[in-house]
């Protein structure tokens, strides 16, 4: 008798991850949430806790998945260093490579805003 498993990798673990492989970009000084990014890193935190579980640091990024689509939406802010559409790119290819590598899960869309530039080096 041959049993298959069947995993479902959660959005907030996705969500860590793609924190993770963005923050380590090149060129990007934070993640930023923004109010939006603020009420849903509260009601994600608020309900992991109240499951008894310790919430991964995700701020700045929303995970969707929808219709067998999982997207990916981050917001940052930019070293004036580094060129901002440079850095966008780059954080899109970390971030989908990143999340395949350590869920199996591929993600169709990364979104990346970028709400600030800071002047100087990162």
């Not at 907030?12 to 993640?31: Q, W």
């Not at 806790?49 to 919430?55: A, E, F, S, V, Y």
């Amino acid at each position: 008798m041959t049993v298959e498993a069947e995993y479902v990798i959660a959005d907030p673990v996705v969500a860590s991850v793609a924190a993770r492989a963005a923050i380590e970009t090149t060129g990007v000084v934070r993640l930023e949430p923004g109010l939006r990014g603020l009420v849903t890193a509260w009601t994600r935190a608020a309900r992991q806790r109240w499951k008894g579980l310790q919430p991964a640091p995700s701020d700045g990024v929303r995970v969707r998945t929808a219709e067998g689509r999982r997207t990916v939406q981050l917001d940052l802010v930019a070293s004036g260093a580094d060129q901002a559409a440079a850095v966008g790119r780059a954080v899109q290819r970390a971030v989908a490579r990143r999340v395949a590598e350590q869920t199996g899960v591929s993600v169709d869309a990364v979104t990346v805003s970028i709400l600030d530039i800071e002047a100087g080096d990162r």
